[in-house]
């Protein structure tokens, strides 16, 4: 395998090289990595000023080599292009792949992609149908019961597909999994209400809570849900709530003010450019372009992406779960909505500035509308608010030098 890997990687460097030369770019392979399912070869430009003329030679480059796909991208100073490998060098992990750890799945080079709460508060879990999104979702899972004690992380668990079957009496479970309308509600509500119980009391060391919530698109579009949602992105941080939210294709019109707070993404296959820009947060890391089964990027703060081949958890690890019989459903008290104000233990905008989002609005300047920001980059009213007036200040300052230099 690894021999018919550099033999192919020898013929792709030969192509790329060709057309460069062809289309009168200069630079030098910087490094080669493989992935599961594709092999990166990195150049290092001569003239930085012909990097966008570089990332338009994908699609003849996959035409050259005769693959289905090249996704090229900037990354460190380098540019990146990946290339698909035939499906007959593609591998497939399970989760006896991984050391002991928080991993999910297993990147170039075989690094270890994990799923840590000190990424992020709250993760996204995101792809079409046959991505992998529910075979992420469950490793990951798999990790944190595995890694934590019921004494250290408890569970609720929203499933209205009911994909997570598996997991229905493992001892961390603090009610019954929700797979009807009804119960998953309620259970919405009982989490809230954990989370307010944690507030009144200022308990800031209280076990993690994860709610986990697949296919939020199935739950009721209403006050309470959109209510409830909302506070645990915005302020479950602080008192150890977190949310791991499952979805093909998030739509709610309540949503892009909870993926704001979705840092921690996980996101595999999707339909085009417009869904990966709104489920990355970033344009350009190009989703629409994986393979679907498990292939997936792990997005984190800054427009960070690694592509990853997930982990598929097998019997063998859903039978190491510790079980017990799991507390039976209680009835949940109406939610109670939570007064607009910044959490202390919540980073301020400012201070998750992005370069790549900067340069979007100085390149739309003062025509990008919160309706485009939320559908292309996923953002909040509130962090559209933000750029679009930092973006507009910039430039009026920028203008002033400008003239003041002339």
């Known amino acids: 395998m690894q021999r018919k890997l550099q033999n192919v990687a020898r013929v792709y460097a030969h192509i790329l090289t ?44 996959a035409l050259a080599c005769r693959v289905n796909r ?3 991208k900037r990354v460190n100073g380098l540019i990146s292009y990946q290339f698909e490998l035939p499906p007959n060098l593609w591998i497939y992990y399970t989760r006896n792949d991984l050391p002991a750890g928080l991993g999910v799945g297993l990147g170039e080079r075989r690094t270890v992609v994990e799923y840590r709460f000190d990424d992020a508060p709250h993760a996204l879990f ?7 999104k529910t075979t992420a979702l469950a490793s990951a ?14 569970l609720l668990i929203i499933d209205q597909k009911n994909s997570l079957s598996e997991l229905r ?3 961390h479970l603090l009610a019954p999994i929700a797979t009807e309308a009804s119960e998953a509600i309620n259970l919405l509500k009982l989490a809230h209400q954990q989370f307010v119980d944690r507030k009144r009391a200022g308990n800031k060391t209280a076990p993690r809570l994860l709610v986990v919530i697949d296919e939020v698109s199935l739950l009721p579009d209403d006050d309470e849900t959109t209510a409830a949602l909302t506070a645990l992105a915005k302020y479950g941080r602080e008192y150890r709530v977190h949310l791991a939210i499952g979805d093909q294709e998030p739509k709610r019109k309540t949503l892009p003010d909870v993926m704001g707070n ?11 450019a417009q869904t990966s820009a ?32 997930v982990a598929k958890a097998t019997a063998a690890d859903f039978n190491r779960i510790e079980r017990r019989p799991t507390p039976p459903a209680t009835a949940a008290p109406a939610i109670v909505t939570i007064p607009e104000t910044a959490s202390p233990g919540r980073p301020s905008i400012a201070s998750e500035l992005d370069p790549k989002l900067l340069a979007y609005y100085v390149h739309a300047a003062r025509h990008f509308s919160i309706a485009q920001a939320a559908q292309r ?30």
């Not at 460069?20 to 992935?35: D, E, P, S, V």
């Not at 995101?126 to 992998?132: H, K, L, Q, R």
């Open 126 to 132: 995101a792809g079409t149908s046959g991505s992998g």
């Open 278 to 309: 709104l489920l990355t947060g970033h344009p350009g890391l190009h989703a629409h372009r994986l393979t679907g089964k498990g292939d997936f990027l792990h997005v984190t703060g800054g427009g960070n992406a690694i592509r990853f081949q």
């Open 262 to 272: 979705l840092s921690n993404r996980f996101v595999g296959q999707v339909d085009n």
């Open 70 to 72: 090249v996704i090229a």
């Open 141 to 154: 899972l798999i990790a944190l019961l595995t890694h934590y004690s019921p004494a250290q992380l408890h």
């Open 169 to 171: 009496n493992t001892a």
């Open 18 to 61: 060709r057309i460069y030369q062809q289309n009168k770019l200069t630079g030098r392979l910087a490094a080669a990595a493989n992935g599961a399912r594709h092999l990166t070869l990195s150049v290092r430009l001569n003239d930085p000023a012909t990097m966008t003329k570089a990332l338009a030679i994908d699609e003849p480059l």
């Open 377 to 406: 980059l996923g953002f909040s009213r509130r962090r559209h608010d933000f750029y679009k007036q930092f973006t507009a200040e910039f430039l009026d300052e920028l203008r002033a030098l400008r003239g003041a230099s002339g």
